[in-house]
């Protein structure tokens, strides 16, 4: 992973903002969230516009020509049209020569494009490609649900994967290490869309069971970190940083303390912009790079939950093994 980026549209939302047109208070939103602001996209701009900013700036600190990408991979719940894949738009707008298609895992989308980025990388297919997670959430938030409405934003965030020859023992404890997820359909209900293409012809609103998904989310954001530590023979001391899917500040703490893992190895930049969704570990990501927080060789454990219920995690040996 030797390049990383974001995006954040211009339009930023404190809690006392959506007081304005929401039966909230900043009190609330901070207490039972950690959230204090959040993005949301203009008018005429769209998931593909966020995703190719981010795309530029990874591309850019990857040190890298755009036209060695021969891959991209587009995580996004909310797609510029419903076909074709958002990634061949990113695809055209970069000017790059590579296929794109797009993986819908909703907030765990990005962990589930980086376990197919890695597979298709490891059969030889691929030497450099671009993972992005991508969502504009305001478009699909019902205002009239302020138990939803109040806790998603919009953002994009980016990530060049580079296949090096292994010439270096180093290199087998460098980059993605592993890779876990999962899915439960019988979870379906718990947060979805109340519309869909083949069932009403229309994208639908955000419907959301807070408290069970709350319960769920600490079970298996554990458990499948535990899982993607042992696959990679690592224990959790072993990890430098954190860096969890950013939904709510309580389920980042309370993650934290059941993995047992001191809380400033814990990436939080939830109150910044709330759930981003797929867009939601890149992103947090670039800005503990931004703060140099996280460093070249730093091993990162990743985690997100979303909508299905999907889930997973990745082990992670960032940056170039030789810099
Ligand atoms: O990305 C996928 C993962 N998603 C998540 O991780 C979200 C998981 N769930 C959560 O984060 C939390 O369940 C919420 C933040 C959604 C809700 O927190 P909660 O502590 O479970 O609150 P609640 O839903 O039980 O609501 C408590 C009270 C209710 O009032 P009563 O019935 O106790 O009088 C709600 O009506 O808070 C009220 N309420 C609000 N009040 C002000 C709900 N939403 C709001 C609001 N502003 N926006």
Known sequence: MTGVGSYLPKNKYSNDDLTKFVDTSDEWVTKRSGIKFRHFVSKNETTS?????????????????????????????TP???????????????????????????????????SVAKSLMKDNHFSNCLVIGADSMSKILDWNDRTTSVLFGDGAGAVVLQKFENIDEKLNDWGILSNVIHSDGNLYDLLKTNGGVSNNQSSGFIEMSGKEVFKHAIDKLSSSLEEAL????????????????????????AVADKLKINSKKVISTVKDHGNTSAASIPLALDHAISDKKIKNGNLL??????????????????????N
């Open 80 to 114: 510029d049209n419903t076909f074709p894949a958002t990634a061949t738009l990113v695809q055209k707008k970069l000017g790059i020569n590579a296929p794109s298609f797009d993986v819908q895992a909703v907030c765990a989308g990005f962990v589930f494009a980086l």
């Open 301 to 322: 454990g990743f985690q997100a939950i979303g909508g299905g219920l999907s889930w997973g995690s990745s082990i992670i040996r960032i940056g170039k093994p030789h």
């Open 49 to 77: 516009d966020m995703a190719v900013n981010a795309a530029l700036n990874a591309i850019k600190n990857a040190y890298i020509k755009k036209e060695l990408i021969d891959l991209i991979i587009v995580a996004t719940t």
């Open 230 to 253: 042992s696959l990679s023979n690592k224990v959790i001391n072993q990890l430098d940083f954190l860096v969890p899917h950013q939904a709510n500040q309580r389920i980042i703490l």
